[in-house]
């Protein structure tokens, strides 16, 4: 892959670009696409015999830099801009509560999957049977969280958030990232 090009919207084998920020819908999105492909990975680590050191460094590299911002950004700022916008007839708190669910479960069980990949790459050891069945929960409940996002939130999101919503959510993901705000403008609806 050539690094000078920018990740390939969707490819998912790459952190998602920056340059997608402007539209932070459109990142989320492709960051679901990420995670997509992450959870077939450790669908992978947890089926092979031996441990593959490099899907398993992977593994953790993306626990560890992206999938906590990307909690973060629904958590701190998509779930509260929906639950503010959305009618009663969206039926959003539901959802919201369901995808906060799993995704409280994901959490749960991160410290031990963390644990068993950095121990397994440590060591130079294969995984157990307990512990590949906690990698496939994980990934089931990552993959759970994504789908319902996509088929019910973010649809949502598009047609309800205001531009406003979309700059402050963007300027926050930003921010989340260290990285700039390049229009610097109060909100205005
Ligand atoms: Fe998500």
Do not use: W, Y
Request: net charge negative; proline share 5%; aromatic share 2%.
């Amino acid at each position: 892959m050539d690094p000078s090009k920018p990740a390939l919207r969707g490819s998912g084998e790459r952190p998602t670009s920056p340059s997608l920020l402007a539209n932070p819908l459109d990142f989320i999105g492709v960051d679901h696409l990420r995670e997509r492909q992450v959870c077939a990975v450790i669908d992978g680590l947890a089926a092979a015999d031996a441990l593959d050191r490099r899907s398993a460094t992977a593994v953790l590299r993306f626990l560890n830099e992206e999938l906590n911002v990307h909690l973060r950004d629904e958590e701190e700022d998509l779930f509260p801009l929906l639950a503010r916008r959305c009618t009663e007839e969206d039926a959003i708190e539901g959802a919201i509560d369901r995808i906060r669910a799993d995704q409280d479960e994901a959490m749960r069980l991160l410290p031990e999957v963390r644990a068993m990949l950095a121990g397994c790459l440590d060591s130079g050891g294969s995984l157990t049977a307990e512990e590949r069945a906690v990698l496939l929960r994980f990934a089931a409940h990552v993959r759970r969280h994504l789908v319902a996002e996509n088929a019910i939130l973010l649809p949502i999101a598009r047609a309800r958030l205001t531009r406003a919503d979309l700059r402050t959510l963007s300027k926050h993901m930003r921010m989340r990232r260290g990285l700039a705000d390049p229009a610097e403008t109060p909100d205005a609806e």
